[in-house]
């Protein structure tokens, strides 16, 4: 059976060139500059044919009963998007050292940094954003059925992406290096340490060692602001790549029209 071609879906109006006014030329400078956007994109894309991609991945059709619950999965990755930014910046005033820098980077990135202590703040507090987002994206997921059949390896993904999530939320603890991060992390390796077989080396891996030591901080921000947000940007890749290829699933009060059902209809 030949495979059903479905049309392209449209262009944005605004992407479109717009036609000619009659009689005018349209080669005037204002002209020029007013398609200058449309230009830029279309050189882009003569060389990348990157609008067929970009189409596929933003002109999906969703299914009937969409409703404002679908957002939280893009909340969450606004939420990651927004601890990336903040947090490049805070590096840029970070040192890792267990010596008392890193406790004195921290102060006056809160009290001499231009709007410091405003995007300290803003990462301190997207962190439990992000947390609490991601706990209701996966409830919303769960309770519409969404990790049934064929959506099993998003959700699979989804799970490596929440325990990456609660991995920031424990290494960037740390990072301040005042008394309740430092004592608050012994407590988390130490339970850490209980787990079953791995716990061990999974202690010794976070403290780089068996005790707490110098190297402990420089390891909590590499894993930090290196290893983790890296397996995440790309997780979150795949997890939306799967989301555009599968499509979204309807809520569950939302019933399938059969064809036989159509029939008895009319
Ligand atoms: C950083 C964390 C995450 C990000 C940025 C993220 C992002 C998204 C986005 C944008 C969507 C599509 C829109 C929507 O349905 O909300 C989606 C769908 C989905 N997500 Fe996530 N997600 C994350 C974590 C999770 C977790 C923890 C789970 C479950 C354990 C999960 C399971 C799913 C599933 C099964 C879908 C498909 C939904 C459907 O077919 O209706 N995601 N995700």
């Known amino acids: 059976?030949?495979?059903?071609?479905?049309?392209?879906?449209?262009?944005?109006?605004?992407?479109?060139?717009?036609?000619?006014?009659?009689?005018?030329?349209?080669?005037?400078?204002?002209?020029?500059?007013?398609?200058?956007?449309?230009?830029?994109?279309?050189?882009?894309?003569?060389?990348?044919?990157?609008?067929?991609?970009?189409?596929?991945?933003?002109?999906?059709?969703?299914?009937?009963?969409?409703?404002?619950?679908?957002?939280?999965?893009?909340?969450?990755?606004?939420?990651?998007?927004?601890?990336?930014?903040?947090?490049?910046?805070?590096?840029?005033?970070?040192?890792?050292?267990?010596?008392?820098?890193?406790?004195?980077?921290?102060?006056?990135?809160?009290?001499?940094?231009?709007?410091?202590?405003?995007?300290?703040?803003?990462?301190?507090?997207?962190?439990?954003?992000?947390?609490?987002?991601?706990?209701?994206?996966?409830?919303?997921?769960?309770?519409?059925?969404?990790?049934?059949?064929?959506?099993e390896l998003n959700w699979v993904i989804g799970v490596a992406l929440l325990i990456l999530t609660m991995a920031m939320s424990f290494t960037g603890y740390l990072l301040p290096f005042d008394q309740r991060s430092y004592w608050a992390t012994i407590v988390g390796v130490n339970i850490n340490g209980t787990g079953p077989l791995v716990g061990p080396y999974l202690s010794d891996f976070l403290r780089a060692g068996p005790e707490f030591g110098a190297t402990t901080l420089s390891r909590f921000y590499a894993i930090h602001m290196l290893l983790i947000p890296g397996a995440m940007a790309a997780l979150i890749g795949a997890h939306l790549y799967m989301v555009a290829k599968l499509g979204t699933t309807a809520p569950p009060w939302i019933k399938a029209d059969s064809p036989v059902k159509k029939e008895e209809k009319a």
């Open 1 to 151: 059976m030949p495979k059903l071609k479905l049309p392209a879906p449209p262009i944005p109006a605004k992407l479109n060139p717009r036609p000619a006014r009659p009689g005018s030329t349209k080669t005037g400078p204002l002209d020029v500059a007013a398609e200058a956007g449309i230009s830029a994109v279309d050189w882009v894309d003569e060389r990348t044919s990157i609008s067929g991609a970009a189409r596929w991945m933003m002109f999906r059709k969703v299914p009937k009963g969409t409703n404002w619950f679908y957002t939280l999965g893009s909340s969450t990755m606004f939420a990651f998007l927004s601890q990336a930014v903040t947090g490049v910046f805070l590096a840029m005033y970070y040192r890792p050292d267990a010596a008392g820098g890193a406790y004195e980077s921290i102060r006056y990135i809160n009290n001499e940094v231009f709007l410091g202590e405003f995007v300290h703040g803003m990462h301190k507090w997207g962190s439990s954003v992000m947390v609490i987002l991601v706990f209701l994206h996966m409830a919303r997921t769960f309770f519409f059925g969404a990790y049934k059949y064929p959506r």
